[in-house]
C-alpha cells in the first residue's frame, strides 16, 4: 500500500531510490529482531509502537530528536499525546507515530435501542446494567445472547480495565509485577464479572466468526480496532450496516471516554542505516499531515496527527469520530522490552478467571510470581547500576 | 615394510582430503553451532545480551533447573510425549498397511499410488498445514462438512483443547506416511520370493506368511523406520506453530514450540538453548531404550 505513496517522493527527492520490502505483519517481529542480530536491518522501517521498548534495549534505534529539531514540518503538539510517548523511552524520542490503533467499542444500535439505550453507557457500572437487561430479556425469549463480547485469547480489555483503574501493572520502578495490587484486582474483578454472569462468552469456542456472530445477534458490543470499521463494512449484512455504530470506551470514573490504549505503528529509522539523512527524509514524508492522509483514504488507517483529522474524507467518515474522542484519552502502556510477554502470559490468566480454573485472588498471584521471573534480568541491571 | 606404511599414510591423507570439505562444513554448520549453544545453555543470554555483551551471566545449571520448575514445559512435554506415543505407531502401522497394498502383487497402476501417497512428503509443510486449517475450519471447512451428511455436528478442530492434539496427530501421520511407506516397499522387495513359495507349498495362509515371514523379515527395516518416526515426532513443531500457536490453553504446545517461542519470539536464548539440550537428552534415552528392547526381542 505504501508503494502508493512512494513516486511522490522520489519525485520530490531526485537521487533517493525507495525499495520497499514487505513482511507479513505476524512475522515481521522475529524478523527484524533476527535482522538486528544479524546486522542486516533496513535503514527505515515500521514497527509497532509496543516494540519500540525492544529495539531501544537492543541499541538498534536512532534517537529520533536532533532531526525533529531540524525539521519544518514536525511540530510535537500536532501528534495525539498519548501515541507520541509510545515513542519516547528515557525521554529520548525513537519513533514517528505513523498510524494509530486506539480501542473503542463496536455496538449493534437495534439491540441496545431494545434495551432502552440509545448508545452504550458512559461508565463500566452502567455497562453491566445494560447487560443485565439484555440478558434477562434474551433468557425471557429463550435465546442465547452475550451482550459484551470479551474475547479470552486477547489481553486489550483486561489492560484497558487495568489502566482504567489506575494502571500501576509493575512496582519498584518496573522490576516486579503488580497485578495482584490494589488497582489491577478492581480491573480483573470487573473483568471476572462479565464472564461469571455470562454477560460475555467464556471461550473462543462459541464465537468461530465475529461478524457471524455480530449480524446474529450473538453479541452486541466488542472493543476492537479502527481496521474493523473496513470489515463490518464488508462483512455485515447490508439489512444491518445502519444498525452498527462505534462508542468510546465506558469510563471507571467519571469523566468520558474511559482511558483506551495508545497503539498502532510507528516509522524509525535503524542506528546501522549509513543513510540516515535520507532515512529521516523518507520518514517526515510518510508521517507527513498530507501524506498521512493520503494514506488514510488508501488504507483506512488512521492518522496519529490532530490538523489530518480537519481534512473532510476523515470528518465524514461517521464511524471514526468515537476513535477522535478516544484519542483525546489515550496512555502509553509501561515501556518495558518484557512487556509483550508479560501481556501474551497474560491472556492465559483471563481464560483461567473465565472458565473458573483460577480464583481472581489466585489468578493475580500466580500471574505476579511469572511476570516477576521474567523481570528477573530487569532488576539484576537496575542492581547492578546502583552499585558504584 | 616402510612403504607399506608409507602407502598407508598416503591413503590417510588422501582421506582425510576428500573428507576435509564436509568435514568443514560439518564443524562450522553442525559442531559449533551445538558447542555455542552447549555454553550458551549455562548462561542468561537474552535479549539485553544482543544489545550489550557485558550482561551475560554465568548461570550455572539454574536455567535446567527452571525448566524442570516450569508447568508450561511439562504441559509441552506431555503433549510431546503424546504425539510420539500416539502418531509414531498410527504412523508406522499407516505406512506397513499402504506399503502392503501398494506392493501386493493384487495392485495395479502402482506407480500411480506410489507417487499420490508419496505426494504430500515432498509438499510444503507450511502449504499442507495451511490448506488443513481450511479443511479443519468449524464453520466452513470440508471436514465438517462431509460429517454433516452424517448427522454429526461441526467439530471445532482446532478450537477445542481435547481435539486439536488428535486433529495435528491426523494431518503429521498423512503428510509422513509416505516417506515410511517407500522405506517399507523397499524393505519387502528384499524379502526372497522363494520364502514365500516354499510358505505356500507347506501349506500356509496369507496371514500366517504375514506373521512369519513379512513381519521377522521386515525387522530391521522397522527398527530403522520406528527410530527416525521416533526422532522426528520428537521434533514436533510446524504443525501447531502454524495451526494454532500452541493453542488452545496450550494444549497443542510442543517443546520444540516452547523452545522457538523463549528462543525467537522472547529472546531468551539461554533458556531456548537448554530446552533444547534437554529434549536432546530426552530423545537420546528414548533411542537407547528402544534398541535395547529391540536386542531383547531379536535375541
Not at chain 1, 5 to 20: K, Y
Not at chain 1, 376 to 383: F, H, I, S, T
Request: net charge neutral.
Amino acid at each position: 500500500m505504501v508503494r502508493q505513496l512512494i513516486p511522490e517522493f522520489e519525485r520530490m527527492n531526485p537521487g533517493i531510490h525507495v525499495i520497499v520490502q514487505q513482511i507479513p505483519w505476524t512475522a515481521a517481529h522475529e524478523k527484524l529482531l533476527t535482522a538486528v542480530a544479524g546486522e542486516s536491518t533496513p535503514d527505515v522501517c515500521q514497527i509497532g509502537n509496543t516494540w519500540v521498548p525492544e529495539f531501544a534495549v537492543l541499541n538498534s534505534l536512532e534517537p529520533l530528536d536532533p532531526f525533529v529539531g531540524r525539521s519544518h514540518d514536525f511540530h510535537r503538539e500536532d501528534f495525539f499525546d498519548g501515541v507520541l510517548k509510545m515513542n519516547v523511552i528515557d525521554s529520548t524520542l525513537y519513533g514517528i507515530p505513523w498510524y494509530v490503533d486506539t480501542r473503542v467499542i463496536y455496538y449493534r444500535r437495534d439491540l441496545l435501542r431494545e434495551a432502552g439505550y440509545s448508545e452504550p453507557p458512559r461508565t463500566w457500572e452502567g455497562v453491566l446494567k445494560l447487560s443485565d437487561v439484555m440478558r434477562r430479556n434474551a433468557n425471557a425469549k429463550g435465546i442465547q445472547r452475550y451482550p459484551f463480547f470479551l474475547p479470552t485469547n486477547e489481553w486489550v480489555p483486561a489492560i484497558v480495565l487495568g489502566m482504567q483503574s489506575g494502571g500501576h501493572f509493575l512496582k519498584d520502578n518496573n522490576t516486579h509485577g503488580n497485578f495482584s495490587g490494589p488497582q489491577f484486582r478492581t480491573a480483573f474483578e470487573l473483568l471476572a464479572k462479565f464472564y461469571h454472569k455470562e454477560y460475555s462468552p467464556s471461550g473462543m469456542q462459541l464465537i468461530t466468526n465475529l461478524y457471524d456472530s455480530f449480524s446474529d445477534g450473538l453479541i452486541s458490543m466488542y472493543i476492537t480496532g479502527p481496521w474493523n470499521i473496513g470489515e463490518f463494512s464488508r462483512r455485515i449484512p447490508p439489512r444491518l450496516q445502519n444498525e452498527w455504530m462505534t462508542a468510546p470506551l465506558p469510563s471507571m470514573d467519571s469523566i468520558s471516554p474511559g482511558i483506551s490504549l495508545p497503539l498502532g505503528t510507528s516509522l524509525i529509522v535503524f542506528r546501522q542505516s549509513r543513510r540516515k539523512e535520507a532515512a529521516w527524509k523518507l520518514v517526515e514524508f510518510l508521517a507527513s499531515r498530507e501524506q498521512s492522509i493520503a494514506f488514510y483514504r488508501i488504507t483506512g488507517n488512521l492518522p496519529p496527527r490532530r490538523s489530518a483529522w480537519e481534512d473532510t474524507s476523515l470528518a465524514r467518515n461517521k464511524y471514526i469520530q468515537a476513535f477522535f474522542k478516544q484519542l483525546q484519552r489515550v496512555d502509553p502502556l509501561p515501556q518495558i522490552a518484557e512487556w509483550e510477554q508479560v501481556v501474551i502470559k497474560l491472556q492465559l490468566y483471563v481464560e483461567y478467571i473465565a472458565t473458573n480454573t483460577l480464583s481472581v485472588d489466585e489468578a493475580l498471584r500466580k500471574f505476579d510470581s511469572e511476570v516477576d521471573q521474567m523481570l528477573e534480568k530487569r532488576r539484576w541491571l537496575a542492581e547492578r547500576d546502583r552499585k558504584p | 615394510m616402510s612403504s607399506g606404511m608409507r602407502g598407508h599414510d598416503n591413503h590417510t591423507a588422501a582421506a582425510w582430503l576428500f573428507l576435509a570439505p564436509s568435514l568443514t562444513a560439518i564443524a562450522v554448520f553442525f559442531v559449533i553451532p551445538v558447542l555455542s549453544a552447549l555454553v550458551m545453555s549455562f548462561t542468561d543470554f537474552d535479549i539485553y545480551a544482543v544489545g550489550n555483551l557485558n550482561v551475560v551471566r554465568f548461570m550455572g545449571f539454574r536455567n535446567y533447573i527452571r525448566i524442570f520448575e516450569t508447568p508450561l514445559f511439562w504441559k509441552a512435554l506431555k503433549n510431546t510425549f503424546y504425539f510420539v506415543l500416539v502418531g509414531g505407531p498410527l504412523s508406522v502401522a499407516v505406512s506397513l498397511g499402504t506399503a502392503l497394498m501398494v506392493n501386493s502383487k493384487l495392485a495395479r497402476f502402482k506407480p500411480f499410488y506410489r507417487t499420490v501417497y508419496f505426494l504430500p512428503v515432498v509438499t510444503s509443510l507450511v502449504a499442507v498445514a495451511v490448506v488443513w486449517r481450511y479443511l479443519y475450519h468449524p464453520a466452513h471447512g470440508l471436514l465438517n462438512l462431509a460429517l454433516s451428511f452424517f448427522g454429526v455436528a461441526p467439530i471445532d478442530w482446532l478450537g477445542n483443547p481435547d481435539i486439536a492434539m488428535p486433529a495435528i496427530v491426523v494431518l503429521a501421520v498423512w503428510k509422513n506416511f509416505g516417506y515410511n511407506m517407500l522405506i517399507f516397499i523397499a524393505g519387502l522387495q528384499n524379502i526372497p520370493e522363494d520364502l514365500y513359495e516354499a510358505a505356500h507349498i507347506d501349506g500356509a495362509g496369507g496371514w500366517r506368511q504375514f506373521v512369519d515371514i513379512t513381519i521377522p523379515m521386515l525387522a530391521p527395516t522397522t527398527v530403522f523406520v520406528v527410530m527416525i518416526t521416533v526422532i522426528g515426532y520428537f521434533q514436533l513443531f510446524a504443525e501447531p506453530y502454524i495451526m494454532t500457536e500452541g493453542g488452545p490453553m496450550n494444549a497443542t504446545m510442543s517443546v520444540v514450540l516452547m523452545m522457538y517461542e523463549q528462543g525467537f519470539r522472547w529472546w531468551n536464548m539461554g533458556f531456548a538453548a537448554a530446552i533444547a539440550f534437554v529434549l536432546f537428552a530426552v530423545i537420546l534415552i528414548f533411542s537407547i531404550l528402544q534398541l535395547i528392547i529391540q536386542r531383547r526381542l531379536q535375541q
